[in-house]
């Protein structure tokens, strides 16, 4: 049974589910960040994916790269699958902009984390460019 890391949790927005993936918004302001969760049982890596889930892995992150691109027209986006804190196969698709305080770094660890002022607007604000991909 799939269950969502108590890490992850903590620090997203459920903003819907897709096929094969939950669609997260991290509690980040510097970065508009979205995290897709493949919603099986599990999984660490790319690679315990089966070979029936990865294209719509891949298209899952389609999808949430032109989410991104058409809310807030980023200058790249960045996707990334690290999981050396969280062992939790997730997916980081990360819109990143050359004013943005880690460019053109990594934006992991470069500065804290700013959270939302509001949270559940910033979520929702989002939530519709991603219903519509």
Same mark, same amino acid.
């Given at each position: 049974?799939?269950?969502?890391h108590?890490?992850?949790?903590?620090d =997203?927005s459920?903003?819907t589910?897709?096929?094969l993936?939950?669609?997260?918004l991290?509690n980040?302001a510097?970065y508009?960040?979205l995290i897709?969760?493949?919603?099986?049982?599990?999984?660490?890596d790319?690679?315990?994916l =089966?070979q029936?889930?990865w294209?719509?892995?891949?298209?899952?992150?389609?999808r949430?790269?032109r989410?991104?691109e058409?809310a807030?027209?980023p200058?790249?986006?960045?996707v990334?699958?690290?999981?050396?804190?969280v062992? $939790?196969?997730h997916?980081?698709?990360?819109a @990143?902009?050359?004013s943005?305080?880690?460019?053109?770094?990594?934006a992991?660890?470069a500065v804290?984390?700013q959270?939302y002022?509001?949270?559940?607007?910033a979520s929702? @604000?989002?939530?519709?460019f991603?219903?519509? $991909?």
């Amino acid at each position: 049974m799939f269950v969502l890391h108590e890490r992850l949790a903590a620090d =997203t927005s459920l903003l819907t589910d897709w096929r094969l993936c939950s669609v997260l918004l991290m509690n980040d302001a510097n970065y508009p960040w979205l995290i897709l969760v493949p919603k099986r049982e599990g999984l660490r890596d790319f690679h315990d994916l =089966t070979q029936s889930d990865w294209p719509l892995a891949m298209a899952e992150i389609d999808r949430a790269s032109r989410a991104l691109e058409a809310a807030f027209n980023p200058d790249k986006i960045n996707v990334g699958a690290l999981g050396n804190m969280v062992e $939790q196969l997730h997916i980081h698709v990360i819109a @990143r902009f050359e004013s943005d305080p880690a460019w053109p770094g990594p934006a992991w660890g470069a500065v804290p984390p700013q959270v939302y002022d509001d949270f559940e607007a910033a979520s929702e @604000r989002i939530r519709q460019f991603v219903a519509n $991909q």
